[in-house]
T-cell receptor, first 115, second 113 residues
Framework: EDQVTQSPEALRLQEGESSSLNCSYT??????LFWYRQDPGKGPEFLFT???AGEEKEKERLKATLTKKESFLHITAPKPEDSATYLC????????????????FGSGTRLSIRP | ETGVTQTPRHLVMGMTNKKSLKCEQH?????MYWYKQSAKKPLELMFV???????ENNSVPSRFSPECPNSSHLFLHLHTLQPEDSALYLC????????????FGPGTRLLVL
């Protein structure tokens, strides 16, 4: 069964304290892995898409990496404005034209950065 | 206005009420989606529309009825809901329905009493 697990469920860091969020997945053929950021009361905001093991993408203090079993979202020297819930989603390969139903979201990691 | 907008942002309804959620995208996309987000649970895909045609219905109860009059607008009609239907309902759009990058609206926070 296709599955996405994110850990930890919640993470509290001091400003400037670097750390990583984990997204482990089990899918029948990975088509893409996505990271989103969600602020309270808002919809998810797209951050990255990774397609193959070894791929890395960066945006400001965030860096996403991908292996065959998991993805990490590394946060370097975070600031309070990085506080949010970070969602991971995977898209499994589909033989049909419509593959939207194969997008599976994790439960998210709630990140809190203290000044 | 740009991006994906949703109205209303908050909704309280009784179990016998009928209400509708509205989503509009200004991105020129052809696919639109409804998701349900409950506390401490992953996003659940409900419906997918591609070029106004429904392409996915993930076993959603009939008390939820979607409508897509054109590629820019999506509605979710609600009727005789249950308290467990209380959640954040998110609309998203993408260029096509197999296009990975989806852009989300702010959501409608629904409370069913």
């Amino acid at each position: 069964e296709d599955q996405v697990t994110q850990s930890p469920e919640a993470l509290r860091l001091q400003e400037g304290e670097s750390s990583s969020l984990n997204c482990s997945y089990t899918v029948s053929g990975l088509r893409g892995l996505f990271w989103y950021r969600q602020d309270p009361g808002k919809g998810p905001e797209f951050l990255f898409t990774l397609y193959s093991a070894g791929e890395e993408k960066e945006k400001e203090r965030l860096k996403a990496t991908l292996t065959k079993k998991e993805s990490f979202l590394h946060i370097t020297a975070p600031k309070p404005e990085d506080s949010a819930t970070y969602l991971c989603a995977v898209q499994a390969a589909s033989t049909g034209y419509s593959s939207a139903s194969k997008i599976i979201f994790g439960s998210g990691t709630r990140l809190s950065i203290r000044p | 206005e740009t991006g994906v907008t949703q109205t209303p942002r908050h909704l309280v309804m009784g179990m016998t009420n009928k209400k509708s959620l509205k989503c509009e995208q200004h991105l020129g996309h052809n696919a639109m989606y409804w998701y349900k987000q409950s506390a401490k649970k992953p996003l659940e895909l409900m419906f997918v529309y591609n070029f106004k045609e429904q392409t996915e219905n993930n076993s959603v109860p009939s008390r939820f009825s979607p409508e897509c009059p054109n590629s820019s607008h999506l509605f979710l009609h609600l009727h005789t809901l249950q308290p467990e239907d209380s959640a954040l309902y998110l609309c998203a759009s993408s260029l096509r329905d197999n296009q990975e990058t989806q852009y989300f609206g702010p959501g409608t926070r629904l409370l069913v009493l």
